[in-house]
């Protein structure tokens, strides 16, 4: 996916042009209104200031939640805009709708260099409907447009899909920012070309999420480890008690036919940690796979089978992660998924390519303070997903081929 960059842009095409970034600032706000987790805006960062250094005007929009298609003063971007301008150094003005009358003003008064973001593009409800006229909208205000929104790629929406055919349509450029480029070109080697050997370590509750990434990696991956809740379908496959732990009943035949399919590939918990609820203070014990009491359910991957996936990533050159071992927002249940993380920054520091693919494992290694110790973080975990299992993601498919758009 050779796709045009914002680093494929002249100087001169960007001094003084209208750009619409199209950004990911679908980030948690606090009670007081505050931004809280500001990873997604810190990851736009280099995109906007070389836009900014090179003098364009900067029109950026994002969604944030599910407002559904209606205003919701909770959902407003106003605080994201108030943590832009302390990051950049520099005002971000803030604009009360997504288009309109005062949207059109802010973005023609407008100098070079200059920033404005626009309300959550959520807040319309063509957004998710992929609205031409909501597209056309956002188009009359740019002359270009970047996607730097990795998280959103996978979504043919009006601000990523609609909007760049439609700048497109008017003579403009459509490319990806530098997040964007930096996650097709870290996911790419990891789908296309890995170094071996190659580990895939998968997690979370449900093998339906992840079935299409599943199947794609097997014939990849030189082993698959298989932790988190997910773990569980696997040994109801195997006939093996699951006490009241998370099953997909539905998937149980599914999960027999990977096992089937993956012989040795694929490496699943020896033990886990049972608990009699998911609280923090409940009653836990460390048992192998095969003795989970029918009145417990598992919630961590026990001590052996921490040894073990460390043993598998000992010797990998590429690593996979999507999803935690366990619960990992209760402190008694997170030791798999913090050993794990501990395993994959020993296999960095050796060489080894590592990459997180967004979501939940994101947010747990980030909360471990291990984000920068691993070689790639992806922004993106549907996205990410997609781009594994090798679908095509609609909000990169439209931009500008990098060997087909006019030189600029």
Known sequence: MDKATVEDLSGSTLRGARVLVRVDFNVPIEGDGSVGDDTRIRATLPTLRLLIESGARLILVSHLGRPKGKPDPKLSLRPVADRLSELLGSPVEFVGETVGSEAKKAVDALAEGGVV????????????????????????????????????????????????????????????????????????????????????????????????????????????????????????????????????????????????????????????????????GAESAEVPRDEIPKDRMAVDIGPETIERFSEVLADARTVLWNGPMGVFEIEAFAGGTLEVARALVGATKRGAMTVIGGGDSAAAITGMGMAEKVTHLSTGGGASLEFMEGKELPGIAVLDDRDTMEAT
């Open 117 to 280: 973001l626009l309300e959550n593009t959520r807040f319309q409800g063509g957004e998710k409907e992929n609205d031409p006229e909501l597209a056309d909208a956002l188009a009359s205000f740019a002359d270009l447009y970047v996607n730097d929104a990795f998280g959103a790629a996978h979504r043919a929406h009006a601000s990523t899909a609609g909007v760049a055919e439609a700048v497109r349509r008017n003579g403009g450029s459509a490319v990806a920012g530098l997040l964007v480029a930096r996650e097709l070109e870290a996911l790419g080697r990891v789908r296309e070309n890995p170094e071996r050997p190659f580990v895939a370590i998968l997690g979370g509750a449900k093998i339906s999420g992840k079935i299409d990434v599943i199947e794609a990696l097997l014939p990849a991956a030189d082993r698959m480890c298989i932790g988190g809740a997910m773990a569980n379908t696997f040994f109801r496959a195997m006939g093996l008690e699951t006490g009241r732990s998370l099953v997909e009943e539905d998937r149980v035949d599914m999960a027999r036919s990977l096992l089937d399919q993956a012989g040795d590939k694929l490496v699943l918990p020896i033990d886990v940690v049972v608990a009699d609820r998911v609280e923090a």
